[in-house]
């Protein structure tokens, strides 16, 4: 699955949000939670993770 990511940004330790374009709902805020168990999460936390969508602002 693509997804349109950007704005990611460190709010806690293990602890992302990210303004999320979802395809069904549209622009919407979205918390990443590593290690939450929910696949879509974990696949968007990955790619914060990989870089793909840009650098992540804030402290880790």
């Given at each position: 699955?693509?997804?349109?990511?950007?704005?990611p940004?460190?709010?806690?330790a293990g602890v992302i949000d990210v303004t999320w374009n979802h395809p069904d709902f549209?622009?919407?805020p979205y918390?990443?939670?590593n290690g939450s168990g929910?696949?879509?999460?974990?696949?968007?936390w990955d790619a914060?993770?990989?870089g793909e969508f840009g650098p992540v602002?804030?402290?880790a």
């Open positions: 699955m693509d997804f349109e990511i950007s704005n940004r460190h709010v806690a549209g622009v919407i918390t990443c939670v929910e696949t879509e999460m974990q696949a968007i914060i993770q990989r602002a804030g402290a």
